[in-house]
């Protein structure tokens, strides 16, 4: 879909983006924008915004779990980090 409005530009909207691709969108928007340049994002800071798989969830909530029953989170510490993984 395109749209085109005569003295303000253009807009595009994509109907299916795989992760990869999305990543390359958002760093594009971000250096036209100044929100980032190409040297700020890091491979590890794109896989920290891009958002987690069902697959990485599971693994975090494991792990989350097993340091849990191990003591070396507490119980409230436990609680805290998987509310923050699924909210």
């Keep these: 879909m395109v749209h085109s409005q005569p003295g303000m530009g253009m807009g595009v909207a994509f109907t299916a983006v795989?992760?990869?691709q999305l990543e390359v969108l958002r760093k594009w928007l971000?250096?036209?924008t100044g929100e980032s340049s190409p040297l700020e994002t890091s491979p590890a800071e794109a896989a920290a915004r891009r958002p987690p798989q069902q697959k990485e969830l599971r693994i975090l909530n494991k792990l989350i779990s097993l340091m849990m029953s191990k003591r070396l989170l507490s119980e409230s510490e436990g609680e805290e980090l998987?509310?923050?993984?699924f909210r």
């Design 82 to 85: 998987l509310r923050d993984l």
């Design 30 to 32: 971000g250096e036209v």
């Design 18 to 20: 795989s992760p990869d």
